[in-house]
């Protein structure tokens, strides 16, 4: 199911992610050229102003030409200040709109469009999670890279121009800047490795599962259990142990950054002895006048800004490790992108066949089909062989765990056959384009999966702009809930639940289901799938949506699976189904007479779905 992975460099991780800056707006680098010189500029004016004012006074200049220098100096400190400000803003709009409109828009596109068992996976869903961390938090991955691109420049650009300037009046500070520098890139590049590449996957598996926790404390449905068994202090103990683990791996982490602290101390202390006692020593003999000493000191009290940051924000060491802890943040976003493709490229090699949606049902077949999931030690579904006609109705029965949800999801094209045929009108699955072949099958689900927005929107799976209102209100009402949906304020625009709107309704288990049943019959697909989706309803009402599917599945092939039996006498055929293998099948009558496993089954049942409490 994957392919290899490919690592990236850190510097192919960069370059990587200002592309996309520039992708997204050519215009980039001049915003960050021009930040980068305004950010250098006005710092260095206000470094040569005491310099100057010292020279002016030493030249004997008159007070009008020293206010007028002076305060020129200064208000071209302030405009390049304010023109830095400007293009910072600027520069971290457009940063936050790449984060959030391109990489955040395309990471979830993905994860909707991803194939559904590397979705259900484990790595898959951690990829998923690491890629959405990438993005997510303004301090780490996309966000803070960008934003590092530019401090790393105009730093760098100062501790370049800053050493031309020092050294000719003090080339023996030359090798300790070199050391210095190669010193703290090191430690830093260390720390990245060991601490953040290191620990990002604990930090990302604590995060998730806190996230979980958190989720399930705020959720209405889970409330009522947590509130009936007195779960409060067990959910509090998991979390707090999760963010305990999470808080001892990322003190290690951060300890790290001790020693470049530590190595920058050391070599500022050797920086600032040799540099000041040259100059002292220049100043001392006549080398140097006040003006010329006053900015060499400016010039050194700056470089250690430039470099390592202090009052001037990141430094270019800082911006430099801060580049390399986001890394790995890129890396778990492009290997959840190469992931992600791998996947897709059998979608994209299909031969581009799809089966009309307006067809009168069609035929399928399980040709052999084994079915083993990852690592499993046997088969869920061993050399089955099921042929179903086209607009026939069979019943797919069996105890739990008889892999009937697992044959559903194989016909819907979410899983592959380990080996064997699923054809249907007599073409092999994998030979129709995916998408189109999944627009041919409608299929309601046991887990109920309902949208926080309109009835409308649910029923019609699409922006509410293009949805046929008069096709929606046929769907209600061959569905049995148009009445319920016409009582309402806001009729189909009522918001299912009230999570995202105050006004919305909370349905009732059947109503969601009708609404479920619309949905079915609003998409006009000839299969139709239902796996398990009264399970949550009592046997009447069970019943009751069963002969419902029932009048409005006529003309198409369809199969309901459940364990219970208020189905099957609905049905043309019945498959009896257990261990991925047909067991028994036939009408109900033929069946019964049999006296078999799907008869023992069915007398058990029976008495819940017959009025007078007697089999029929």
């Known amino acids: 199911m994957r392919k290899k992975m490919k690592k990236y460099s850190a510097w192919s991780n960069w370059k990587y992610v200002f592309c996309r800056m520039c992708a997204y707006d050519k215009r980039y680098p001049l915003y960050i050229a021009v930040k980068s010189a305004a950010a250098f500029l006005s710092p260095f004016i206000s470094a040569i102003i005491p310099s100057v004012a010292i020279g002016l006074t030493a030249a004997g200049s008159s007070l009008e030409t020293f ?14 200040g304010l023109l830095s400000v400007y293009m910072d803003n600027l520069i971290q709009t457009k940063n936050y709109y790449v984060s959030y409109d391109s990489v955040q828009h395309e990471v979830i596109g993905q994860i909707l469009h991803m194939d559904y068992a590397i979705l259900e996976s484990a790595k898959g869903k951690m990829l998923a999670d690491s890629a959405k961390y990438s993005y997510e938090l303004d301090w780490q991955g996309w966000n803070r890279m960008m934003d590092m691109f530019t401090p790393f420049a105009y730093n760098l650009l100062g501790v370049l121009i800053y050493s031309v300037i020092l050294i000719p ?11 210095m520098t190669v010193s703290n890139l090191l430690i830093e590049r260390k720390i990245s490795r060991r601490a953040w590449g290191k620990h990002r996957k604990i930090f990302h598996e604590t995060d998730s599962k806190v996230n979980y926790f958190f989720e399930r404390s705020t959720s209405a449905t889970d409330g009522k259990d947590i509130r009936m068994y007195q779960m409060e202090t067990w959910f509090g103990h998991i979390m707090q142990e999760m963010i305990e683990k999470r808080l001892k791996y990322w003190k290690k982490a951060e300890v790290g950054y001790f020693w470049p602290c530590f190595s920058d101390t050391v070599w500022s202390l050797i ?4 540099a000041y006692s040259v100059l002292v020593a220049q100043y001392m003999q006549g080398g140097l006048d006040a003006a010329s000493f006053t900015l060499y000191l400016g010039i050194i009290a700056g470089f250690a800004g430039w470099l390592n940051g202090g009052n001037m924000g990141d430094g270019f060491i800082r911006a430099y490790s801060e580049m390399l802890r986001c890394n790995w943040n890129i890396e778990d976003y492009r290997e959840f992108m190469q992931f992600h493709n791998a996947a897709r490229d059998d979608k994209k090699s299909t031969k581009g066949r799809c089966f009309s949606s307006d067809s009168s049902g069609v035929s399928i077949e399980f040709r052999n089909v084994c079915f083993r999931y990852p690592e499993a030690e046997q088969d869920t579904i061993h050399d089955l062989n099921l042929h179903i ?13 008889a892999g009937k949800t697992t044959l559903i999801k194989l016909l819907c094209g979410f899983y592959k056959p380990t080996s ?9 699955i994998t030979e129709y384009d995916l998408e189109d ?11 109920m999966m309902i949208m926080a927005s309109s009835v409308a929107e649910n029923v019609a799976c699409i922006e509410k702009e293009q949805i046929d209102t008069e096709k929606l209100w046929k769907c209600l009402t061959l569905a049995d809930i148009a009445d319920k949906v016409r009582g309402l304020p806001k009729k189909e625009q009522t918001s299912v639940t009230n999570f995202l709107d105050k006004d919305g309704v909370m349905f009732s288990g059947g109503e969601l289901q009708r609404i479920l049943l619309a949905r079915a019959i609003y ?11 009264t399970s949550a309803l009592d046997p009447l009402a069970e019943t009751a949506i069963y002969e419902k599917y029932h009048q409005l599945s006529q003309g198409k092939t369809t199969v309901f699976i459940s364990h219970r039996l208020a189905s099957t006498r609905f049905c043309d055929r019945i498959i009896f189904y257990e261990h991925g293998q047909v067991i028994e099948e036939g009408t109900h009558q033929e069946l019964m007479e049999r006296g ?16 007078e409490g007697e089999a029929s």
């Open 420 to 428: 064997g045929k699923i054809l249907v009108d007599g073409v092999d």
């Open 67 to 80: 206010a007028l220098v002076m305060a020129g100096l200064v208000l071209g400190s302030l405009c390049i």
């Open 523 to 533: 998409k006009e697909a000839p299969v139709l799938l239902l796996d398990e989706p």
């Open 437 to 447: 072949y999944q627009r041919g099958i409608s299929a309601v689900f046991q887990d």
């Open 596 to 611: 078999g496993e799907y008869a023992q089954m069915f007398l058990l049942q029976s008495q819940y779905y017959d009025k």
């Open 389 to 401: 006609c086209a607009g026939e109705k069979i019943a797919l029965v069996g105890v739990n765990g």
């Open 169 to 179: 009046k003090c080339p023996w500070v030359l090798p300790v800047f070199v050391l």
């Open 271 to 274: 920086r600032d002895i040799i």
